[in-house]
């Protein structure tokens, strides 16, 4: 009897609201999952439904890939933990030998965490401790974790800021170049010279550049919205990172590995980092994280200041290498790019016909079509956005938002998502659109 109620997940609503954190239960939409493989989860309603979130990003090989399960449960039956530092195992090396050949510039030494905010906490402990320097600029819109540091540097949307006070100190935030909220739409280069003369206006005012440890950025917006930057942007805080010494952050986290169709968005945008933040595509699901450096920066990084029990514990190690290997075996970063392109010109045929999407916009596989009331100046419009959403979902396709006031619908399906599965998909988001 109480496996059987285990297996059904029993009264669900009540047990849920009674044992897991508001933050869990509240979330949407908490849908009862069975079974995962590929594009599609199994629901216990006996419905299947595509994933076009893709666990944020996390299995863009997509659910349960069987060379990544072989490779796990080989190194399961091996060696399960291991504390990196008090013993050494070789999927950790393995790793760290190939990250390189795959990552922009010469990043070639590792720090492995747990998770995407535990990797961003690093990327900053080694910028200050390495520099010296206290201060941290970081965007409006950025989303980049929930722990302490993280929080601090998050702007993404007020609430995920609030009752948290007093944040890490010496945190400067300045607006990011964001082309359609910006008082120029249609004029990316006057987007990214509003947005530079307002870091230059707190480099001049608030905080000299001789006391900036680092900037740390999203090269593509995630949780605040999906927002593709103009390339110049981020090869203008390139330069003025360099003039000053400043070490240049990029959080992949969400636009890592394949999503973008190249392996990062740096490659996408053509510039390099100093340090970059590394996790969920990274090991298809099991938990890791890196902070990834030169090793002329990592090597002088205080040993004692930093420590992990579970990173880069071996069972991840190896997801993540057969991760990288069945990018590569199945050619994801071109599906990515090919599939990517169709599906935004696609969602952009959908903006003609509703007046309800303000916005299409992505690279790769990341996706963000914004939606607005219509007949307003980019008022976002998340009742629709909501809408939209459950539609979706009671049609088997599951979507999840982003933005400011979550008015953004993101299309992020795994990378070996097929043309068949995209239209199925494209259907039933015209079809919720025609809803509302
Ligand atoms: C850009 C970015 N950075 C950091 C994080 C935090 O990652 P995690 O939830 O693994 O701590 C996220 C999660 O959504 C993210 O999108």
Known sequence: MENSKKSTFGDLVNRREKLLAPIFSQDWPNLPVVRAEGLYLYGLDGKRYMDFMAAFGAVNVGHNHPAVLAAAREQMEKQVHGAVGVTLHESVLRLAETLPE???????????????????????????????????????????GRTYGAASLTASKASYRLGLEPFLSSVYHVPYADPYHSSHPDDPSQCTLEALHSLQTVLDRLVAPSQVAAMIVEPIQGEGGYVVPPKEFLQGLREICTRHGILLIFDEVQSGFGRTGEWFAAQVF??????????????????????????????????????????????????????????????????????GEYLLGRVKELKSKYKVIGDVRGVGLMIGMELIVPGTDREPNSTASKNVLNEALSRGMLMYPCGM???VIRLAPPLNVTRDQIDQGLAILDESLATV
């Open 102 to 144: 795959i990552l922009p510039g010469a990043l070639d030494m590792f720090f492995f965490g747990n998770s995407g905010a535990e990797a961003v906490e690093g990327c900053i402990k080694l910028a200050r401790n390495v520099t010296g320097r206290p201060g941290i600029i970081a965007f409006t819109g950025g989303f980049h």
């Open 270 to 339: 053509d510039v390099v980092p100093d340090i970059m933040a590394i996790a969920k595509g990274i090991a298809s699901g099991f938990p890791l994280g890196a902070v990834c450096a030169k090793a002329e920066l990592m090597s002088r990084w205080t040993p004692t200041v930093h420590g992990t029990t579970f990173g880069g514990n071996p069972v991840s190690c190896a997801a993540a290498l057969a991760t990288i290997d069945t990018i590569r075996n199945e050619g994801l970063l071109d599906k990515a790019k090919k599939n």
């Open 405 to 407: 006031r979550s008015q």
